[in-house]
């Protein structure tokens, strides 16, 4: 039998050795896998109207998301997103648990599906993985070792590279490669940053990841509860566990034949018929094991499955509960929220101000005139020539210092004054609009107070 840990209390760090088994969730696991690791390194290279399917460059203050590009002034709306993304995390980990690590995170996808199959390929199943470590370095040894962190090496030089494109841009990790080093130090050093730091996750740290750094484990103490569905060992069919026997003492004993295949396969380590655990990432594996032995005694399948606490000791239906509605509930207002300042967000963002401390001036040909400042953001993907206009004929504008060619992604600032006709000014404080506009096509327009003398 394959073991996965070797059981010596020592303080000592126990290396683990997960045994494989393919069934019918592995095979699932393994399509959601794959279609996630072709997104994953196509992700920088993929184009929407130009644009690149998603860009989050923090250098330059540029993020770009399914084509949409973002810029610092929108933060308010990275702020509304993580508010969903929070709300859902413990929306999902209330109803499912921690699914989410064994199924989409990318620590999980990549151990898994990746470098552990290219261990498994290389040294063999968990006992040949295990006795080649106890092993004296023989050539073997060492041709198999150094095979596997070669590979391990290339796959996580890949992995950084593609990972610094997300943040980059593919065009500037094109121009990190192709070109000299010396142009591009501080990219060429960063991708080897990366390098090392996924090549000693993924060779060395490992499990650890999941069990020790990773903070969203904690959550499920405080978020699940009788009602939440997780992998979990049906304890009341499973129990009292015991060898297969074909005599009376068998009728009297559960369904578990305690053969240990759920803690042999499984990458963190733990007995999942010991409850909940915090290291439970519900990969699964243990599901398809358990069914595998279930299948070949004749008995009902998962015996391990998804279930809630109430599910195996009161035989109720999984059911959606009142803090479900609850968050659910503020999770469409906030999407909802979300949703409409996207739609209704302007490429063409305008600040204007009218100078402090100023008062009006007389202008010739009997004009009142207030001097404005005014910051004009072009959050396009395209470069626009602005010009200010009033939605009043009769009002002029004047520029000290002209708005002209905005270039994508960029801001200026426009200095002018705003001339109404003295006879059309009738309080001592007019609200006027002015327009942006771009091609003859107004882009946005703003009401501002405009300060002049009372004519009766």
């Known amino acids: 039998m394959d073991a996965a840990v070797v059981p010596v209390d020592d303080g000592k760090r126990k290396w683990l050795y997960p045994a494989l088994r393919k069934g019918k969730l592995y095979q699932w696991r ?60 413990v929306l999902f980990t209330m109803a499912f648990g921690r699914v989410f690590c064994g199924w989409i995170c990318p620590q999980t996808i990549f151990m898994e599906m990746v470098f552990r199959k290219v261990e498994i390929w290389i040294e063999g199943d968990a006992n040949k993985r295990r006795k080649l470590d106890a092993g004296e370095w023989t050539k073997e040894k060492i041709w198999k070792k150094v095979s596997k962190h070669l590979i391990f090496i290339l796959l996580s030089f890949l992995i950084a ?48 990841v999941c069990t020790v750094i990773c903070p969203y484990g904690r959550l499920q103490g405080v978020l699940i509860d009788k009602d939440t569905v997780v992998v979990a060992y049906n304890d009341v069919r499973g129990e009292p566990r015991g060898k297969l026997k074909r005599d009376l003492e ?64 009161n035989n109720q239906k999984a059911s959606f509960t009142w803090k479900m509605g609850g968050y659910s509930t503020i999770m469409v207002l906030l999407i909802g929220i979300l949703s409409y300042f996207i739609f209704s967000r302007s ?34 993907n395209e470069n626009k020539t602005i010009i200010i206009k009033a939605t009043d004929p009769a009002i002029k504008i004047k ?38 506009m771009s091609a003859g096509k107004v882009l946005e327009t703003e009401s501002t107070s405009f300060i002049g003398p009372i004519n009766n």
């Open 161 to 208: 590279n593609t990972f610094l494109a997300y943040v980059t841009g593919s065009e500037n990790l094109l121009k990190i490669i192709t070109e000299p080093v010396s142009a591009h130090v501080v990219g060429f050093i960063s991708i080897w940053i990366f390098t090392v730091a996924f090549y000693l996750v993924y060779s060395q740290v490992r499990e650890l």
């Open 347 to 380: 490429d063409i963002d305008m600040t204007v101000m009218r100078s402090g401390g100023m008062l009006y001036q007389e202008q010739p040909g009997n004009y009142i005139s207030n001097i404005y400042n005014a910051e004009i953001i072009n959050k396009s």
């Open 250 to 313: 068998q009728s009297q004993k559960g369904d578990c034949v305690d053969c240990d295949l759920c803690v042999v396969v499984c990458p963190t380590g733990i007995d999942i018929r010991n409850g909940t655990q915090l290291e439970c990432i519900n990969c699964t594996a243990c599901i398809d094991a358990c069914n595998h032995v279930m299948e070949k005694i004749n008995k009902p399948l998962n015996l391990i499955g998804y279930y809630s606490e109430n599910m195996i000791v």
């Open 30 to 89: 393994s399509a959601i896998s794959y279609v996630y690791l072709v997104f994953f390194f196509a992700g920088p290279f993929l184009r929407i109207g130009g644009q690149p399917f998603l860009l989050l460059n923090a250098i330059e203050r540029k993020f770009v998301i399914l084509g949409q590009v973002f810029w610092p002034e929108d933060i308010f709306l990275f702020v509304i997103a993580t508010l969903i993304f929070v709300v859902f995390v």
């Open 399 to 436: 520029y000290i210092q002209a708005p002209g060619a905005i270039e994508k992604g960029s801001s200026v600032k426009v200095v002018f004054f705003v001339m109404v006709p003295a006879n059309t000014i009738h309080s001592p404080k007019t609200t006027i609009k002015l327009q942006l």
